[in-house]
């Protein structure tokens, strides 16, 4: 079992940035893969970007050019730098970790974009 908070949600104006943060229980040495989905309630949960441990990265296209994921030194730490951000982007985004056959998913932070 692996442990994953989030952290960084809250409520910004069209065209704002803000910064979700990813952690990882400590300890845990097979996560191969790290990522952001996000979820509008009534519609399914979509990918949004993901990183290996090797720091491949990879975006869906509506966030492609605005958003960055990155990764801590311990790589058990991920980042996601939502920039431009839309009131289309307003969603619960959750973070992930894939380990062995499994992905360990947080509770999610609430992103609200409107002005």
């Known amino acids: 079992q692996v442990h994953v908070v989030e952290s960084g949600g809250g409520l910004v104006q069209p065209g704002e940035s803000l910064r979700l943060s990813c952690a990882a229980a400590t300890g845990v040495w097979n996560i191969d893969v790290m990522g952001w989905y996000r979820q509008v309630p009534g519609e399914q949960r979509e990918a949004v970007a993901d990183i290996s441990v090797t720091g491949q990265t990879s975006y869906a296209s509506f966030v492609k050019g605005r958003f960055i994921v990155s990764q801590g030194n311990a790589k058990n730490a991920i980042y996601l730098q939502m920039n431009s951000l839309k009131p289309e982007d307003t969603a619960v985004y959750y973070c992930?970790?894939?380990?062995?056959?499994?992905?360990?998913w947080g509770q999610g932070t609430q992103v609200t974009v409107s002005s």
């Open positions: 992930y970790a894939h380990a062995g056959l499994e992905k360990y």
